[in-house]
Nanobody, 126 residues
Framework: QVQLVESGGGSVQAGGSLRLSCAAS????????MGWFRQAPGKEREGVAG???????RYADSVKGRFTLSQDNAKNTLYLQMNSLKPEDSGMYFC????????????????????WGQGTQVTVSS
């Protein structure tokens, strides 16, 4: 089993920054891939960014150049640095993990995430 606990959400004005953290525990191979999804009210859940254990990353086009994913394997923690935030970035952000065998993870589709955290709210005001 894998446990994921997010933190770092909050309210910020457009143009501001936030850093989300995700503390992970559990089987290492079960969290070979990790990443972030988000969901705004009335919208579908969407992939934001993903990373594998080697450090390869992928970002949604909407966040490229503004968001940066990193991980500290010694601390079992995943980070999402979010800069130049926009109101459309608002939503509940979920940390996810996927098994080593989930080669489809890079599609950043919710069906390819095996484990989900409870989420942390991000609100960006204009």
């Amino acid at each position: 089993q894998v446990q994921l606990v997010e933190s770092g959400g909050g309210s910020v004005q457009a143009g501001g920054s936030l850093r989300l953290s995700c503390a992970a525990s559990g089987n290492t191979d079960s969290r070979y891939y990790m990443g972030w999804f988000r969901q705004a009210p009335g919208k579908e859940r969407e992939g934001v960014a993903g990373i594998d254990r080697r450090g390869s990353t992928r970002y949604a086009d909407s966040v490229k150049g503004r968001f940066t994913l990193s991980q500290d394997n010694a601390k079992n923690t995943l980070y999402l640095q979010m800069n130049s935030l926009k109101p459309e970035d608002s939503g509940m952000y979920f940390c996810v993990a996927a098994d080593r065998g989930r080669i489809g993870f890079w599609l950043l589709h919710p069906t390819n995430a095996d484990y989900w955290g409870q989420g942390t709210q991000v609100t960006v005001s204009s």
